[in-house]
């Protein structure tokens, strides 16, 4: 075999032996998220101006970059005990990790948006979790 | 124009007029989520084999067919004075409607998830919200 065939067949041995396990690593972390859920309770819970105000500024601050999926909420029709449906408005972010969410935390945007619409809630509940998509 | 052109040139004419419309009504139902967010919290919190025997319940359960995504958390680090991470899991499902949810509920495999496991929790907070992803 020439030296430039060794080369070639040694760089495909190598290929074929690292490549599914970098696949596998690069899947983990891919299933990995920092899930990122905030509810709102209003000032004026009766508000429906109010809740699509609240809606429209999340709607703008769900395209801050860090941010990989972010889903708005209302309560869902669902009502058994253990379900909690007093909030106004759910707000779930997927981050690639945590380094991201904080970028998230400090970004004008965010920033922005807490001073705009703060006004608006009584109360928020944050559950940050970490963790794998199955 | 022979009858069957003309009969071809509308069809292909309507499909042109209302493919774009029936695509975007297909984006709006893909982005169409159900969320189902429970939080437990432990009988015995401090006990990492019962969270552990909890996660493997949850694992399994993933499986179960109308789940669109299934994803299994623990409190992230972050530890704000809004931040809830007294809880110990995390389960987020998503759906992509209420019927699908109701048919998780009454899933077998559900049913039994609860007969196995509930005497791990002391308490579970449930949010189902329904909206768009962004």
Known sequence: MSRRGFVKNSALAVAAA???LAAAGAETRKKE???HHVYFWLKNPGSE???NKLIEGLQALA???PIRMAHIGTPAATNRSVIDRS???SWLLFFDNLED???YQKHPEHLKFVEQYSH???KVIVYDSVGRKQ
């Open 101 to 103: 969410e904080e970028i």
């Open 33 to 35: 998220l920092f899930v």
């Open 63 to 65: 395209k801050v970059k």
């Open 49 to 51: 101006a109010d809740r």
């Open 87 to 89: 909030y106004a408005v």
């Open 18 to 20: 690292t490549t599914p």
């Open 120 to 122: 608006l809630w009584e």
